[in-house]
């Protein structure tokens, strides 16, 4: 009897001390419960496609499978080097297939519409 009473000390310490352990870990580390909720983007669409003239079929055919005729038009008006350089920027980074041969074609095409001097450049 003696030597069973300091056992069961030392079980109730122990389960106590376990329990305090839970409890605390419970209160500092739980963060707050997430809470999900549903909503619904309507997402703007666009079936523009670029400005009728010479280079406008490259244009519909290489810039519109990605984003918006918008996406380009809108931009600030970029001389035809910088087209090129963003026609290439185009490739490099996203991967557009737009064939070398046609950069030429495409940038003078999209320096008419959006450069220096241009119907769009006027409305900025
Ligand atoms: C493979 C996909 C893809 C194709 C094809 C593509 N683009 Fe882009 N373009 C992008 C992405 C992605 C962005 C947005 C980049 C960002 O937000 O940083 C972008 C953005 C742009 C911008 C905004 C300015 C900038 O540099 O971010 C212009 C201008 C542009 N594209 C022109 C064109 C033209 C011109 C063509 C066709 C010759 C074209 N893109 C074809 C993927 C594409």
Redesign the pocket.
Same mark, same amino acid.
């Given at each position: 009897m003696r030597t069973q009473e300091p056992r069961a000390h030392l079980l109730a310490a122990l389960v106590l001390l376990a329990a305090a352990g839970a409890a605390h870990a419970q209160t500092a580390a739980s963060p707050p419960p997430v809470q999900w909720t549903k909503v619904s983007v309507d997402l703007p669409t666009s079936d523009a496609i670029f400005p009728a003239g010479e280079g406008a079929q490259?244009?519909n055919a290489? $810039?519109l499978? $990605?984003?918006s005729e918008g996406?380009?038009v809108r931009?600030p008006p970029l001389a035809k080097a910088q087209?090129l350089e963003?026609?290439g920027?185009?490739r490099k980074f996203?991967?557009?297939?737009?064939p070398a041969a046609q950069d030429e074609a495409?940038a003078t095409y999209?320096a008419r519409i959006n450069g220096p001097g241009s119907p769009a450049a006027a409305t900025r």
């Open positions: 490259i244009a290489y $810039c499978m $990605c984003h996406m380009v931009q087209w963003e026609i920027k185009m996203w991967g557009a297939p737009i495409l999209l």
